[in-house]
Nanobody
Framework: QVQLVESGGGFVQAGGSLRLSCVAS????????MGWFRQAPGKDREFVST????????SYADSVQGRFTISRDNAKNTVYLQMTSLNPQDSAVYYC???????????????WGQGTQVTVSS
């Protein structure tokens, strides 16, 4: 059974940084594209970033382009999301997801973590 466990969320002031981690188990991690999504209260889950199995290709939502960086370490079964220049609009529960295709839609991903809360104060 595939399990994804996120960590690294927390409370940070505007302009600060956080690094999220997501550790996978129960699967051949290197075969999956990985994505990060987020969901704020009262809003739909939205795409943040995705990375191919080989780290050769990445994509970002316009709202985080240039501020967030996705990466992965297949030897550690871990995907990361480095977030900088955070602003209150980045506050949300952040989820990692695993899927066969590196797409910017939640429905393309087969497995999801439980989420980690990020709160950015102004």
């Amino acid at each position: 059974q595939v399990q994804l466990v996120e960590s690294g969320g927390g409370f940070v002031q505007a302009g600060g940084s956080l690094r999220l981690s997501c550790v996978a188990s129960g699967c051949t991690f290197s075969r999956y594209a990985m994505g990060w999504f987020r969901q704020a209260p009262g809003k739909d889950r939205e795409f943040v970033s995705t990375i191919s199995w080989s780290s050769g290709s990445t994509s970002y939502a316009d709202s985080v382009q240039g501020r967030f960086t996705i990466s992965r370490d297949n030897a550690k079964n871990t995907v990361y999301l480095q977030m900088t220049s955070l602003n209150p609009q980045d506050s949300a529960v952040y989820y990692c997801a695993a899927g066969q295709y590196r797409l910017a839609v939640a429905g393309a991903y087969d497995y999801w973590g439980q989420g980690t809360q990020v709160t950015v104060s102004s």
